[in-house]
Every structure is written in C-alpha cells, then in structure tokens.
C-alpha cells in the first residue's frame, strides 16, 4: 500500500496545512533580496546575447551576414540554424519547430540568430547589424483566411454526444452566432530569460525561467546532440509565468546554451520587454460560432459550436489548448446532445501557447455568450436561464466528453454568491437607476465555473520528490515543481512539516533541478500541488515509518504511541527532539532520506472519440460583477465584485485567497482592456506598456469581496483533500464582460441582443453601444 495513505491527522504543528503561511519569499520579493537570474553574479567571462529576429512575416532566407556584427566592438561571436550541432527542433508535443528559422520565416520577429557580446548593449547592436536577405511569400494572417484555405498546424478535433443535427432541427427554438474573444500577453514582470554554462565534457549547466525545466533539458540536449543526462538546467523562482515560462522558455535556453556551448564561455539571453512580447507567444484569440436550440424556459435542447484558434506558425501546445477549450464548451451546463469542433489555425503571426486556463476559458466565453442570447431571445435573467441549465444529478450529469460530473456544487455555491452579493435587490436598484441616468449605465451578471483538474494527456500527471532529515532534525525538500510566484514551494514544505510535526522554518525549501528530480511535467494546469505535495507527502512517510518502526522497536512500544507534533517526537511517554530522533537512527543506520512519487489515479482519454475521463476532479466557483459605463466615452469601471470559491480543503488560505485575487483580477484585464494588434504587414503593434494595457491596482473593484467555499473537502484522495486553485478564478472575470453586456442592454430595455466580444475596451464598449442604438432606433421606425 502507498505511503500516503496513512495521512496523518492534522495537528497542531506550526505552519503545517490550512495555516495561512507566508510565502516563503515574501520578505525577500518586498525588500528586492529575492535573487532571479538577472541578480546572480555573473561568472568571469559571461557574454550577453541578444537574438537576431525576423523583419518579414513570411519568406524565404536568401542569405544571412553577420560580418558587419561579427567587426564591432565585443562582438565576440554569431549563430544560426546552420551552426546547430544537433537537431533544430524544440517542439514540446509534435515536431518540426525550429529554435532558429531555417530556410523560411514564418513570423515577424521570429528568431534566425543569435549574436554573443561583452554586454548586452553591444549584443542589442551587433544583432541590428546582421544583414538578411528574403524572398517574400503569401502569409497567412487571420483565422478567417486560415479557415478558408485549411491551413491547421494539427488535425482538427470533434467531440459528440448524442443526436445533435436530429435535436436541432426539432427544437421549438433556435439561434445561431459568432462570438470572438482576443489574446492576452502574459506580461509576467521578470522577462524570458536564460544562463547557460558550459562545463567539462561538453555538460551544461543552465539556469532558466522556465515552468518546464525537464522540457528545457531535452530541447538543449537535442539542440547540442547531447544526452538529457549531460544538461542540468535549474530554476529557483521566476518572476511570474502564467502558462508563457511552459514551452518558450526552451528557444532562449536553447540559444544561450548553442552561444556557450561554441564559444565555450557563460552566456546569458534576457529579452527586453518589447523583445518578449516580439518573440514569443501568447493566449489563443478565438472565432466561436454556435447554433443552439432550446424550450421556451431557455432550456437547451442542442449545441452544434465551432471553435477556431490562432495557433500561430507552428502547433506549439495549441493542439491540447483546443482540446481544453472543448472540454470546458459545457461549463456548468448539461447538453444533452453536442457537436463541437476546434481548429488550430496555423497563421505567420507567433506561435500562441499555454495561459493560465489553457483554453478553458474561451470555451466558456463560448457558452457563456449562448446563455446570454438565450435569455435575451426568451426575455429572461441570464442568471435565471443559467440556473435552469445547471448539471442535476441522474440524467444530467453526463459531460459531452463522456465524463460524469459526481461532485456538483454548483447550485449551492451559487445560492450562497447570490445571497452574499445581495443579486436581486441590486439588480432592482440599478434597473433604477439605469432608468433615471441617461449617461451613466449599470449593469450586473452572476458567472458560475466548473474546471476540469489533470492535464489532459494522462502521462503528464505525475510528479516526483525528494526529501532529507538531517541529524540536526531539519529537513531538505526538493521537488519537480517550480515557484513562479503561487505559492506552491510554501505549501508544498507545508504539507512536510505537518508529516514531522515541525514548524516551517526546519523546512529547508530547494531550487527545482533535473539533476534531484527526473523528468518532471510542467507546473500547470493547476496541478502543481496536488501531485508535487503527494509526492512530497509520500517522500516525507517514508523516513517517518522508518523513524516509527525503529523507535517502537527502540522504546519496546506499539507504532501507535509514536506521533510527531510541536517539533518533538513523542514515543509512549517520552519526549525526544527530532533531531535526537535522527542522530538516533543515523547511528542505526536507519536511511532518513527517500524519494516520492504520485501518479493520479482514475483518469484516462481517448484523442480519436474524446471521449474519457480527463479530470480527476472539478473546482467550483462563482461571482457576481457590477460595473458601471459611459455610453459617451465607453469608458467602464467595475464597482464591485463578490466571488465565493471552492479550494477543497485549504493548504494555505491566504496564498489560495491571493491566487482567487490575482487570478479574477487577470481574467479582468483580458475581458476589458488587454488588446493585441497586428497591422497589415503581420508585425505586432501593441508589444510594450505604452501600447498594450493591463490592469493597475486602481483597476481592482473598490469593493472587492472574497470568499472561500467552508466545509467542502476535496471528495477524491488528494494532497489532505485540498483542490487546485491556479487557474479556475481567472474565468470568473467573464462576470464583468456579461455585466458589461448588461450595462449596454438596458438602453433598449434588455429587448434586444448586444454586440459586445471581449475585450471590451472603451472602443469596444462604445460601439456596441451605437450598433444597439441603431437597431432600437430602426425597430421604434418599423
């Protein structure tokens, strides 16, 4: 049996699980003593990088010089792909992706070389000079003309259920649209960055800003023809990541490590911010058509939806992202009969990636704008049309995907918003005022979320630990996941503290290394401490039994009057220190080190039917936004927001009630302000802080309540029966894009649907505003 099915109760232990703990870098990120890449020492002899990047967005290379760089001052040398000892391809799921173009560009900005300098200035100059000769092709620039040629970086994909076509064309009513939703950057504070060191033998030691260091090893191992074994690449925090540190970070390892490993010296790559956003990718923008048919209660009969991503110039990881976005069509809603498809359009714009929801959050965009033309077309309360729609228990309960929902919460959780946010009387009170101001507009919306929790590739949902009792009594922890600022390495040594009833401080929290933990996954999908804190949990049982049996043995007494709390270990009636303990076995020859490994149980999916059951588990939430707008200006403010959500059983409070925060906050800026702009020629025009807004602290609702779900246990066997926190409340922002549509509709009393996509941006807003006047303007004439 698996040593993590003997939990420990949760005890008293100081910092162990559901004690809100401080992050364990908190004193140092406010005080600026928390060290990134950029704040190592460098090394004697470390060169600065800066990448050489594409003017066209696509063509063919005619001819590369660097001659003019390779003569100016610290210049000290160049490559391309055709300087790749190994294999130019750092592709995290497929194949044929480049680190560095060969032959043909395919976005603007993309990366061809590389140039390694004394300092970066020097680099940043050089790389101008390299000259580039192209033969210009037809690019591909919109996912309307990817459709219309066929041009997908993968398969599409198709998920069924039932007897879509034959419900829809019985249905007593029925709708079809478009709803669109754009990108988002990432705009994570530190930058992509990399160090690699050349070492004997070839070996590379690389330092990155990655949430995939297992991903950055086998790229620059393929890049340099090496053995997976022959890189060390090691992470101790990033400054931020949110999906973008998953797969990119390989390209600027993968550089930094061809630079050094030719050169035979240091050398680091940092992007600049504009650079960052320049080169790599970001979230997916999405076309969305549906045709829905429902009863006169707004209840849905069928759904036939079609989801159409940008994937940019090659598949990157926006196979699976289309796959999520299907999987999360459904939301908190039974459809009874569904066909939908997805298609990951391959244009010459950069290659989108990972963000934080992973699609999910457009797949909700999705049904979440069906619910509103629902509502509207019958004349009733979005809110009260998504309630009519919820997942029951017996005949609806079954996704379109195959898989039963067994935990719903939804209806009562979303009981609880509404009456915590007081929902129907503010509804009635700006109804109100909306009909007094003539400017001024209100609006309000109850968004629910159910997210799916595992990635959906079953083999990626394991995680490995590695733990040390020292004969002081302290403890080393070491683990596969990575800190970008969640939380994760705190809550982690959390649940190891409360295993040897220490507080947190005999913790000693490690940086993420190949080297100690193989062949990790990714933090992401919101995983990181469900399957890195059972390893971490099984590592830590595994010296504990040791400790229990020898002592039982030791003091002659039951393994069951052995416990540990309060930094002591008590065996019968004796109170020893751990550190007593330890010496104790270390003379025994008693092993107090151990790995942990957690695979998680019960999933499974078929790609070809998509059909399985991809989560372990869902998480739960619900908000209620109000938001008010100028119908002058289309500037909008959202007033208040009231979020109750479900973490399970909570390792930490106050980092999941920070990640509630950040998350609905994120989600926010991409619903409202958050645009990227390509012109004509394919080059990105929105790539710094002057031209691409995201929120500000002035930004967060001025009445902002925040709640976490009580009681509700995790009911699968996960890490004290917590739940995953990371990306389910960034999709409860979609709140204030329905308040907004809301706001809007009550210039022609809700009678008539609004044409508003996010973002919704006061342009946005504005013209949504005009199209809606027009139309009560020609309606009132008929």
């Known amino acids: 049996m698996s040593n993590v099915s003997k939990q420990p109760p949760v005890g008293p232990a100081t910092g162990g699980i559901g004690a809100s703990a401080i992050h364990d870098s908190a004193a140092k990120h406010v005080s600026g003593a928390a060290v990134y890449i950029d704040d190592m020492p460098e090394l004697p002899g470390t060169l600065h990088a800066a990448i050489v990047k594409s003017a066209r967005p696509h063509a063919r290379i005619v001819k590369i010089d ?131 060191v050349p070492q004997e033998d070839r070996d590379m030691q690389v330092f990155s800003s990655t949430q995939h260091p297992s991903e950055v090893q086998h790229g620059v191992a393929h890049l340099l023809g090496l053995n997976s074994s022959d890189v060390t690449v090691e992470v101790r925090r990033m400054g931020g990541g949110f999906g973008g540190k998953e797969s990119h970070p390989t390209i600027i390892a993968g550089i930094a490590a061809l630079l050094a490993d030719r050169l035979r010296r240091p050398v680091k790559l940092r992007l600049s911010r504009d650079d960052d956003m320049i080169v790599t990718g970001k979230r997916h923008d999405f076309i969305i058509d549906y045709d829905v048919g429902f009863d006169d209660d707004g209840v849905i009969a069928a759904l036939d939806m079609t989801f159409a991503a940008r994937a940019g110039n090659v598949a990157d990881l926006s196979p699976p992202v289309v796959t999520r976005a299907l999987c999360h069509a459904d939301n908190c809603y039974y459809i009874p009969h569904a066909h939908f498809r997805g298609y990951a359009c391959k244009t010459n714009t950069v290659s989108n990636t990972a963000f934080r929801g992973f699609g999910g959050p457009q797949g909700m965009v999705g049904i979440e704008g069906v619910m509103d033309a629902i509502a509207g077309a019958i004349g009733a309360r979005p809110e009260t049309v998504r309630r009519r729609n919820f997942y029951g228990i017996g005949s609806r309960d079954r996704t379109p995907y195959g898989q039963k929902v067994e935990d719903n919460i939804i209806p009562a959780l979303v009981d609880q ?203 739960y939430g619900a908000c209620v936004s109000e938001v008010a707008l100028d119908t002058l200006t289309g500037e909008s403010r959202v007033l208040r927001t009231d979020i109750v959500h479900d973490v399970g059983a909570s390792l930490n409070p106050a980092v999941d009630k920070g990640q509630i925060e950040g998350g609905f906050v994120q989600g926010m800026g991409w ?54 926190v990371g990306e389910p409340p960034l999709m409860l922002a979609l709140s204030v894009w329905l308040a907004l549509r809301d706001a809007v509709g009550s210039l022609a009393g809700h009678r008539l649907p609004v044409n508003l996509d996010p973002p919704a941006t006061a342009e946005a807003v504005l013209d949504a505003v005009e199209d809606l006047m027009r139309r009560a303007a020609k309606r009132a004439a008929e």
Request: charged letters at 20%.
């Open 66 to 196: 660097p001659a003019a760089a390779l003569a100016m001052p610290g210049v000290a040398g160049f490559v391309s792909a055709a300087d790749i000892p190994g294999a130019n391809d750092i592709a995290p799921i497929l194949s044929g992706e480049p680190c560095l173009a060969e032959g043909v560009v395919e976005y603007h900005g993309q990366p061809l070389g590389a140039v390694a300098a004394e300092t970066f200035e020097q680099a940043r100059d050089a790389a101008k000079a390299v000259a580039v000769a192209y033969e210009d092709l037809e690019p591909v620039l919109s996912i309307e003309t990817a459709l219309k040629a066929k041009s997908f970086v993968s398969a599409p994909q198709e998920m069924k259920s039932g007897d879509c076509a034959g419900n829809l064309a019985r249905a007593k009513n029925r709708l079809k649209g478009r709803i669109t939703c754009g990108g988002q950057d990432h705009f994570y504070l530190e930058g992509q960055i990399a160090l690699a």
């Open 417 to 619: 918003v509404e009456k915590d946010a007081r929902l129907a009387e503010r509804r009635a009170e700006i109804d109100a005022y909306n009909r007094k101001s003539a400017v001024i507009k209100k609006g309000i919306a109850m968004m629910p979320v159910k997210f799916g929790i595992s990635f959906n590739l079953p083999a990626l949902n394991q995680a490995g630990a590695l733990v040390h009792l020292y004969t002081d009594g302290s403890i080393h922890l070491n683990h596969g996941g990575t800190e970008m600022g969640q939380g994760l390495f705190v809550k982690v040594a959390q649940v190891v503290a409360q295993i040897f009833g220490v507080g947190l401080d005999r913790v000693k929290i490690s940086a993420t290394r190949t080297d100690k933990v193989p062949n990790t996954s990714a933090t992401a999908a919101s995983t990181g401490s469900d399957v890195n804190g059972m390893a971490a949990q099984e590592a830590a049982m595994t010296i504990r039994n040791r400790l229990v049996a020898f002592l039982a043995q030791e003091y002659a007494v039951p393994e069951s009057s052995v416990s540990f709390a309060d930094g002591m270990v008590r065996v019968g009636q004796n109170d020893l220190s751990l550190g007593d303990v330890a010496q104790m076995a270390w003379r025994s020859r008693i092993s107090l080190s151990a790995t942990g490994y957690y695979r998680t149980p019960k999933i499974h999916w078929n790609p070809k039917t998509m059909q399985g059951r991809p989560f372990y588990y869902f998480a």
């Open 671 to 724: 619903m409202t302000m958050e645009e990227l702009w390509w012109d004509e020629s394919g080059t990105l025009r929105t790539h710094a802080p002057s031209t691409y807004k995201i929120p500000g602290s002035r930004d967060v609702p001025p009445v902002f309540n925040v709640h976490i779900l009580q009681n509700s246990p995790n009911r699968e066997r996960t890490v004290y029966r917590s739940k995953a």
